[in-house]
């Protein structure tokens, strides 16, 4: 069994301070919501090996609770691994072959919701009016003006999925480019890791906003309650990341990304100061007013740009990559607006548990 460390509440409490090796542990498999996340822990429990063919999935392959969560896990053995299953497992042909099939049906899925165009010209102009004219379900504007502090909290657990790896599935990307739009993915992530300095890192500053609002720091920790909606605009980017093949769709993703985040982040930050959140729990928020002033210039005119010039072929998959972003983002705002509008949590009944110990072996 190993040596085990108990945990206890986060550390962090004001700007500065940084995550410590806890919160930085692996996530545990959380329990399975159906027979293709069934799957996945059972074959993930074992040495690796053989596995037997993944299950039919029974609910919406990207959307789906079960097919989100199984695919989520598949991919974390790419990013820290996972606490109790060999690492091995990363690179298991079967395992990679039966991934390759759930990736199938999100990628039916995709095209299904989110028509490829066959033929785009003036990709910037159209990026730009694609987040111009969003008219989403506006999860930042309710929040900025009549969330509760509990739905913020809510907010904040969903986004955790996101933000405590942010940055990670776009890096993916970098070997992949070369030339201007390399150099401008990688202007885009050095202000993402905090240009080198520990405590600017955007996932450590996170993690402040989380603590800050008494919710748990460490990674995965929410997982169990993430519904599929939410862990697919994870499984989304990780999807474009990791495939070469899909790599204008990571483009297009990260500069949509980073094209729409500026309202979105100053509204989230004045709702936790009309609800007297502590100042260094906006300081995230406030952060990404301001780099993401300047990331998405470099994302439209550099990444975007550049790419272009060089395959200028790729502009369909690149604008398809960002309004399957946009699209993703607006399900997930759905949920949670109609689920609140209802009287319901967003978030699954699943408890977190209130304690976790993690075998030393975990630690990464
Ligand atoms: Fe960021
Ligand atoms: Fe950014």
New binding site residues.
């Given amino acids: 069994m190993g040596n085990r460390v108990s945990v206890s509440l986060s550390s962090l409490q004001s700007y500065g301070d940084v995550p410590s090796v806890i919160d930085h542990c692996r996530a545990t498999l959380p329990p399975a919501r159906g027979p293709v996340s069934e799957w996945v822990s059972s074959t993930l429990s074992r040495p690796p090996g053989r596995c037997f063919a993944v299950p039919e999935a029974e609910d919406d392959p990207f959307l789906g609770d079960d097919s989100a969560l199984a695919l989520y896990l598949l991919y974390e053995l790419h990013y820290r691994g996972i606490a109790g299953v060999d690492d091995e497992w990363e690179w298991a042909p079967q395992l990679l072959a039966a991934r390759a099939e759930i990736e199938r049906r999100v990628l039916d899925r995709l095209r299904d919701a989110v028509p490829q165009q066959d033929e785009v010209d003036d990709v910037v102009g159209k990026l730009q009016a694609l987040i111009d004219d969003d008219q989403g379900p506006g999860l930042s504007r309710f929040c900025e003006h009549d969330a509760t502090w509990e739905q913020m909290r809510e907010v904040c657990m969903h986004r955790s999925a996101w933000?405590l790896k942010?940055?990670d599935p776009h890096t993916w990307a970098l070997p992949r480019l070369g030339g201007r739009p390399k150099a401008a993915l990688a202007e885009i992530q050095r202000?993402?890791y905090g240009n080198g300095v520990e405590r600017d890192v955007?996932?450590h500053?996170?993690a402040l906003t989380l603590a800050l609002m008494g919710l748990d720091t460490r990674y995965g920790f929410y997982l169990p309650q993430l519904p599929g909606v939410t862990l697919a605009t994870v499984n989304l980017a990780s999807l474009f990341g990791l495939h070469r093949s899909w790599l204008p769709a990571m483009v297009g993703h990260l500069a949509a990304f980073e094209m729409s985040?500026v309202a979105p982040m100053a509204a989230y930050s004045a709702a936790l100061r009309r609800l007297e959140a502590p100042q260094d729990a906006c300081h995230?928020f406030d952060?990404?007013v301001v780099?993401?002033a300047h990331?998405e210039r470099v994302a439209a005119e550099d990444l975007v740009g550049g790419l272009i010039g060089q395959q200028p072929a790729s502009a369909p998959m690149i604008l398809w990559g960002a309004e399957v972003l946009m699209w993703s983002e607006r399900e997930f705002a759905t949920h949670v607006l109609t689920a609140w509008r209802d009287g319901q949590s967003s978030l699954l009944r699943a408890a977190a548990p209130e304690h976790m110990e993690i075998p030393e072996a975990a630690l990464v």
């Fill in positions: 933000q942010e940055a202000g993402e955007h996932q500053l996170y985040s995230f952060v990404h780099a993401d990331h």
